[in-house]
């Protein structure tokens, strides 16, 4: 009898979102009403945008103006919004490597070259500082930091956000910091918000955020950018020419979810630790190397004793074992493969079966 389908590469949480986020949605729907015009008519974007300032001061201790924030369907929205704002054709990036192909294709289809850092092993995916200032070139016009990151789980600690920083300011390039992550952080590590450590930084930081991780709500569309002024009259061009916007219902669904307690995320954070602690210690017992991540929820394990390419690994993985996972090529790294720990410990249990498996047909 063929194995069970398990999906795991795509970093989309296995639970609902809270449930009394979805009455404050499903109750819009049905009183209807302004619910049912153009949202901006409505006043909830700004009820939103309000809701949005008092949670980032609350989590990360930085102070923005409502105006600041610029709600699009989803961080993907935000982050083109966001990334068209400062940069043009023939510009250049500095990435850290590897890196979210989320954040590539948008570079590559933009025209943008990124630059990049590299996240090593043996650093545990920490950057050498040396690197950072050593990777501007004359055409660097931004560095992006997804902290903390997808795949790598790295987040960056006060001295590497305060190195980014410098370089930016020294150099005139703005920063694009990537925080969706910020509530999955584990052990002693501690997320800072590049914005909060100087204002010459914050100045320049355009903030990409996002509600589908934190809340689980990857198929509601819900994210923002927190744009300076430096950048606020272009992005607001942008973004009510182009960027797709969020529906009413949804505007009042993330209000909710920001001004809650925390508790379901609390209790995803403890979720995610627990499958981290299992699985990375399980895949490393198999003998390919695999971290202990800092932060986000990724398993990133090298496979390169295998001697096959990711791909190679990811499509022999799915013929035999019925398990699909993203292959490393795809964030800068052939030979590595990415798992999105969206299953719990019981289901992972049986994808290390399969592994090994796999690795005993290898
Ligand atoms: C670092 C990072 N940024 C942005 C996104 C896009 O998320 P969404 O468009 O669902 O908000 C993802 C999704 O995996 C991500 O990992």
Redesign the pocket.
């Known amino acids: 009898m063929s194995k069970e389908y398990i999906k795991l590469n795509a970093?989309d949480p296995d639970v609902e979102a809270p449930q009394f986020a979805i009455n404050v949605a499903l109750k819009a729907i049905i009183e209807g009403g302004m619910n049912t015009h153009y949202p901006h008519y409505t006043g909830y974007p700004e009820e939103f945008q309000k809701a949005v300032v008092e949670y980032y001061k609350r989590f990360t201790g930085v102070e923005y103006k409502p105006e600041n924030v610029l709600p699009a369907a989803?961080?993907?929205a935000a982050?083109y919004l966001a990334l068209a704002s400062v940069l043009k054709e023939g510009d250049e990036v500095m990435l850290f490597s590897p890196y979210?192909m989320?954040h590539t294709r948008i570079f590559e289809g933009m025209g943008v070259k990124a630059n990049l850092v590299p996240l090593k092993a043996e650093n545990k995916y920490h950057p050498e500082l040396d690197d950072i200032a050593k990777t501007v070139t004359p055409k660097t016009k931004a560095v992006l930091v997804?902290n903390p990151a997808?795949p790598t789980g790295t987040v960056f600690n006060e001295a590497e956000c305060k190195a980014i920083g410098d370089v930016a300011v020294d150099n005139d390039m703005a920063i694009f910091a990537?925080e969706?992550y910020l509530h999955f952080v584990y052990d002693d590590n501690k997320f800072v918000s590049i914005a909060g450590l100087h204002d010459d930084y914050k100045e320049r930081t355009l903030g990409i955020m996002?509600f589908?991780k934190t809340f689980s709500m990857?198929g509601w569309r819900l994210?923002y950018d927190i744009v300076p002024e430096r950048y606020l009259e272009k992005a607001n061009i942008i973004k009510g020419l182009t960027a797709p916007r969020p529906a009413t219902f949804v505007f009042k669904m993330g209000t909710a979810c920001l001004q809650s307690d925390f508790k379901y995320v609390e209790e995803r954070c403890e979720e995610y630790q627990k499958r981290r602690d299992y699985f990375t210690k399980a895949v490393n017992d198999l003998g390919w190397p695999c971290h202990k991540f800092e932060g986000a929820f990724y398993a990133w394990f090298d496979a390169t004793s295998t001697g096959l390419s990711s791909k190679e690994f990811i499509d022999k993985l799915l013929k035999e074992q019925n398990v699909s996972m993203s292959p490393g090529d795809r964030f800068g790294a052939d030979g590595f493969i990415r798992v999105p720990l969206v299953h719990p410990v019981s289901v992972l249990e049986d994808v290390v079966e399969r592994l090994k498996a796999f690795k005993a047909n290898l």
Do not use: A, M, Q, R
């Open positions: 970093g989803g961080s993907s982050l979210y989320g997804c997808n990537d969706i996002s589908s990857t994210g």
